[in-house]
């Protein structure tokens, strides 16, 4: 059975977004979304691919947006908007942009056309695609100490990994460098699976982790899943067979 989805991004555990605080401490630029081997604009962003940038007042115990401020992206030691970097609004404060030329670039945070903070980022082209080390399996089934249905999320090594009728395997994709160095950017995925599962993903959040599929089972397991997960900006392509079980894996969700 072969199927094939868009790969957009899945429930996380991460509360925050990942970025960092201006030049000036005036501004934090924040990402949006919880990449999964990042946590700044320092990693370049992949060419073509898509990141989102949301414009926060700094130092708040919870990420608040500050709505008076506008973004522009312009080439490094300039201030008027780059011509290779495009830049879309999608409300107060946020934005998406997409570089389609590697090289050196500034974040301007702007008040009434003036300047309040910068950033400086980096855009370049990826040389390969991994899987995170670290995929997340979600188990459902009836507790065996207290006899109540449940759910337990944990994160397991990929060598570790055996997807079983009651469970659910979320793993993600990290384009690098091709020295296994993570950049950034929300990539155009696509996945397919030889084997009797299905394939789905979550959609852009607050904290989410991007470029990531869920694996769940469809019909009798048994035998290996092949998954391959293909992203069209970079050409890039990586594989993955994931071992399954026919018995129910163990449920503890008691202290």
Known sequence: MRRSILIAVS?????????????????RFSQVVNF???TDFGPPLVVNAGLLVQLEYPGLGEEQ????????VADKGQTAQSGHVAVVPLGFAQ??????????????????????????????????LHWHAQATVTVTGVDSGSGVQCSTTSSVPLAQLVLA???SITLVVVPDD?????LLGM??????????AQLTSGWLGQGLTPNSVTVAPQGTLGG??????ADAVTGKSLTLDIPTQTAPAAVTCSN
């Open 187 to 196: 990539l155009e995925l696509t996945a397919t699976a030889q084997g009797p």
């Open 178 to 182: 091709g020295q296994g160095n993570a």
């Open 11 to 27: 429930t996380s555990l991460a509360a925050c977004s990942s970025g960092q605080l201006g030049v000036n401490g005036q501004v």
């Open 224 to 229: 290996t899943i092949h998954l391959t997960a």
């Open 65 to 72: 947006v500050n709505p008076s401020l506008s973004l522009v």
């Open 95 to 128: 934005y998406a942009i997409l570089a389609d030329k590697g090289g050196d670039y500034t974040l301007l945070a702007q008040q009434n056309g003036q300047t309040v903070d910068t950033l400086p980022i980096s855009a370049a082209g990826a040389g390969a």
């Open 36 to 38: 999964a081997e990042t």
């Open 165 to 167: 009728p009651n469970a």
